[in-house]
Structure formats: C-alpha cells, structure tokens
C-alpha cells in the first residue's frame, strides 16, 4: 500500500514518521519542503507535487486551518487537480465541521473518498503514537484506515458521517482551552495569595483536578518557557471555530475571547500554556 502524508509541521513529522517505523511506504510534500529532511533519512521519499500524491491509496493531511487544508486540496495545484480515482484523502486537521463537509463533497466530485480524522493529543503523544482519533465518513472508509490510524493513535472512533470527527474535536478542545486557562488563573489566584506555583502544582497534581494535561505543563510554567507542543494560535483558531458552529456558552465565550487577546499580543507560537503569561501581564 502507498501513503501520502502533506503537512509535515509540529504534529506531521512526528505521525508520518510512525507510520515510516510501522514498515509503511511513505511519500511526503510539504509547502516549505526542506521540513522534510529528517523523514527523508528515515526512509520517507519526497513528492514533487500535491497531484502525484493523488497516485497512493491513502492520502493524509495535517495542516495548519481551514485556508491551508482548501489550498491543498483545492488551489490551483492542488490535491484534486490530479484526476486520480478512488484515493482515500483523511484529513487530520483541526477545521471547521463545515469545511470538512466541503472538502468531502469537493473530493466526491474529484473521484476521491474523504474522512475527517483529526486528533486529540499533541507532539508527546503524537510521538508516541497515543493519540486520539476522532472520524467523520463513510464506515467503508474508516475500516480500510482503521490499521493505519491504530499506529498513530491509542483510540479511534467511528462518530458518524463527515463533519462529525471535526465537531467532537472542537468540543475536547474546548475542554482542552478551558483547563488551561482554568489552571492558569488558579495558579494566578494563589500567588496573589503567597501560595507559590511550585506548591500549588503539587497541589493540583495530588487532588481530583489534577490531569496529565497539567503535569505535563508544570516544567514549563516553573520555567516560564513555552515551546510550542499545542500552539497557542490553534487554541485560539479552535474556540473561534467552536463559536462559529454556534456554539456560545459562559467558559466558551470567556475563553475564546481570552486567546485571542493573547495571540493578538503576540504569544501565538508559544504553547497554550503560555495563556499564563498573558494572564500574568494584566
Ligand atoms: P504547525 O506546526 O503549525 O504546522 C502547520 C503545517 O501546515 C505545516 O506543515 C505548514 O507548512 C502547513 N501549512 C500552513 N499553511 C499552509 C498552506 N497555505 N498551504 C500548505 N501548507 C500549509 O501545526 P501542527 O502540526 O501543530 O498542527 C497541525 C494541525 O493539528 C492543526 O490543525 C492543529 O490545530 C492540530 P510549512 O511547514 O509552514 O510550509
């Protein structure tokens, strides 16, 4: 079987090179292709276009948005400009419920299937193959991946036609975004008080509110340094998704409104946790 893998940013090196070490035959493209160097050594060959991806039995995608998931498919030199027949595309992106309905309807026409597949987890899971997968399409489709998405992932789910793996997306990170923060401001709240953030995370860590989400935090907030393992510009990207599907309630409006304040202060590229640091600048 021949995989295509396009997006090859913080998460797609990581998953792409985990289908390479499952013994799969990889082709990559990426927009900025030099991205590719450590995939090619570990095997992965590169792809001269989008349209000779359209050549291998499954294509998967993992890009930034909605606009870089239409480019690829659909710009002038896109996936779909191919002509290819009966390519099985699966998106892992984080998008609207309504692109995915759009990109499947558009590669229906083009002769491709189409499943919206993206994933709950960032690079420490992606790495090790234990994400979540979340899947909207044909069930057809899902259990001819399904093999695939188990190398990348630790559960994957068939939820319903396209469009319903990106809805149960916006909804964990909408969860996702409101612990962050919610732990940001406790920490916020207790320093105000005396109670350092070294205690406090103890704290957090020993009680029922404690998650692995937090823990995995705690080095970087002690640091106060924030590389990017879920960037804080696709926290934001994700709540404003979530209220365009109509979804508007108390924590979700406050927190949508809260990162994008942060990304328009410049913190996009840090991770999410970094909504601390802006927190602490007010
Ligand atoms: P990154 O690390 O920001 O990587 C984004 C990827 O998307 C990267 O390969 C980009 O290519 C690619 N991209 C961005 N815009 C375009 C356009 N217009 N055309 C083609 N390719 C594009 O994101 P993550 O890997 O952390 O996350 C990926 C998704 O998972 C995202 O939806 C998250 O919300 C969850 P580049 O290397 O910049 O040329």
Redesign the pocket.
Known sequence: MKIGW????????PMAGNLLVAGYEVKVW???PS?AEPLLAQGATLAGSLAELAECDIVFT????D??VK??YT?PDGLLTSGARGTLAVD????SPQTSRYLAEQCRQAGFRFLDA??SG??GPAKEGKLVIMVGGDESDYTQVKPLLDKLGKLALHLGPNGAGTSAKLAINLLLGITVQGAAETLLFARSMGIEAEQMLTIIRESAVGTPLIRGKEASILADNYP?A??L??MA??LRLAREEGVSTPLAESAAACYRAALEDGLGDLDVMAILRFLDRQ
């Open positions: 396009i997006g090859l940013g913080n998460m797609g090196i990426n927009r900025t991205k993992m890009v930034s948005d606009e870089a480019a690829v710009g892992m992106s984080t998008v993206p994933v960032s690079v990017a879920f960037a510009k696709h990207k994700d």
